[in-house]
Each structure stands twice: as C-alpha cells, then as structure tokens.
C-alpha cells in the first residue's frame, strides 16, 4: 500500500454538522435557537400570577378574620373604590385626589423619564471615559466614591433651599441618585472587558478607538444593562420621596397626603401604581437589552 493512501486512510472523518439531535430521531435544529412556544403560552404566562395571587389571597384571608384592625388594613373593596374616585371622580377643592390620577402619574412618569434619561446618558459617557483612560479615573473617579456613601435622600432639603419647592429638586434628586449606579457598572464593564479581546483586535490593525467602539462598548453592554435596571428602580423610590417633600403633585404627594388625613386605602392604592408603572419601566429597558444583546442570548444557548 503507498504512503499516499495510508495517508488518506488515516485521515479522520469529517466534522459532525453545527445541527445536533438531541435524542435518536428527533428532528435536528441549529444551536442557539429556542423552541417555539404555542402563541397563547407566549402571550400569557400564568406562573407570573402564583405569587401575587397568593398574596391578595392573604390579604382577604387577614381583613375577613379581622386579625388587624380594618382600620389599618382595609379590604380590596375599599382600595378599589378609593381607586375609582382617584381615577374617574369630579374634581372637588374638597378633595385632594379625586379626579387627579392621570395628572399625578403624568407628572410622576416625567420626572422620572427626565431625571433617569440624564442620569443614565451622563453616566454611561462619564464611565466609558473613567474606564479607558488612567488620567480620567485619577481625575474623576475620588470625587465619585466620596460622594457615593453619603444618602441620596440628604441632598433633598440641599436641593429644596437652592430650588424651591416644585419640579427641579424632585429633577435633581432623581438623576444625582440614579446617576452613581449607572456610572460603577458602566466602569466595572469597561474594566472587564478581556484583554485578549482587545489585542486581538490590534493584532488585526484596529486603532483604539476602533477598538473601544467595536470591541470594548459591545463586550460591557450585559454590565451597562444591569446597571440600567437597577437604576430605573432605585429612580421610582427617590422621586416618591421628594414628591412627598417638595412637589405638588405626583405619586408620592398622593401617598403623604393620603397618611396625613388616614386614606390607608388611598395608600395602597398609591403603591399598587408605583409598582406597576415600576415594573412596565423595567420591562421596556429589559426588552430593549434583550434586542440589543441577542448576540450574547446566542452564545449562552450555544453552551447549553
């Protein structure tokens, strides 16, 4: 036998195909896809519900046996009406909430929007920049961590004595408090991002600037995201405080105002809202993560 069939005898066989079954006859799909879903399981999903459905099953357990006062926690009926006059009731000088609901969450979803959309932009360029450049986190970055620990909610009474009392101390608490979480996870992302990516790309003759837009920003958007979400939360709960303080108006004036003459129904009410209108901002900024990092979707599926 020649060298050169010994050669081709040996030689091993070809790769396997990227489709892989995943038991004897079952029909092939490429790596990285997901299983359809039945239309009606990707519209509801009732394994979201189990929670909160076991929690307004308690809370009508606690009011009918009466282990609380039903004084300190009314029942659903009461919310909801309340809920109805703060949506659909006549505007009254008598009245401080009846009539007023799309004008409070207006207001609230402004400043809210306004203060975390600046936050959010002055955050992701600031550590982008403290990432990058030694100079700038030697510049920058002491600043930040002195300021970090002190509570966002200190700045408040700061903000009203230079502001007054309306929307731009509620403006300023929202994106100074937002500002800082945003800006520690952009820094950490651009910080992690592995070096073998980056020399690669300059064994491949990219500038760094190339690199950092091509290489650095993709590989710390998962960090910037996360940040993002928690920063959108955390926007909710310092806006609430200061419209309590110092706003006219809002989500949180609904609620103070609803503890000072005893609405407890009104109370609840206000933070059913809270959570709602929280939960929906979440949702948009992970649907946007989930378009924008399909890339990394991908490539988690494709470990599995």
Same mark, same amino acid.
């Given at each position: ?219 710390? @958007? ?11 939360? /955390?926007?909710?709960?310092? &806006? =609430? #405080? *200061?419209? +309590? ?20 129904? @009104? ?11 929280? /939960?929906?901002?979440?949702? &948009? =900024? #992970? *649907?946007? +993560? ?15």
């Amino acid at each position: 036998m020649s060298p050169s069939l010994t050669t081709r005898s040996a030689r091993p066989p070809d790769r396997a195909p990227i489709h892989v079954a995943v038991e004897a006859g079952a029909q092939e799909r490429p790596l990285g896809r997901q299983v359809s879903r039945p239309w009606w399981r990707r519209r509801l999903d009732p394994i979201p519900l189990i929670i909160p459905a076991l929690m307004f099953a308690a809370w009508i357990a606690v009011y009918e046996a009466q282990l609380l006062s039903r004084v300190l926690i009314p029942g659903p009926i009461e919310v909801l009406t309340a809920m109805r006059e703060w949506l659909f009731g006549a505007r009254s000088a008598l009245s401080f909430y009846s009539g007023t609901f799309w004008g409070d969450v207006g207001a609230s979803v402004f400043r809210v929007l306004v203060g975390f959309g600046v936050a959010a932009v002055a955050a992701i360029i600031l550590g982008v920049l403290v990432g990058w450049f030694p100079f700038v986190e030697r510049l920058v970055d002491p600043t930040v961590q002195v300021l970090r620990p002190i509570p966002r909610t200190a700045f408040l009474p700061f903000a009203v004595i230079l502001f007054g009392l309306g929307n731009l101390p509620a403006l300023v608490l929202v994106t100074y408090g937002t500002f800082l979480l945003v800006y520690i996870q952009v820094v950490i992302g651009v910080k992690l991002v592995p070096r073998d990516l980056k020399r690669a790309a300059r064994m491949l003759g990219a500038s760094d600037r190339t690199i950092l837009f091509t290489v650095v920003l993709p590989s710390a @958007l998962p960090a910037i995201f996360a940040g993002l979400r928690v920063a959108i939360a /955390y926007s909710w709960m310092v &806006l =609430i #405080l *200061a419209e +309590m303080l110092a706003v006219g108006n809002g989500l949180g004036y609904i609620l103070w105002h609803g503890y000072e003459y005893g609405r407890v129904d @009104l109370v609840i009410a206000g933070m059913l809202m809270i959570g709602v209108f929280g /939960y929906l901002s979440d949702r &948009l =900024i #992970l *649907a946007i +993560m989930k378009r924008k990092l399909a890339w990394a979707t991908a490539i988690a599926e494709t470990q599995l």
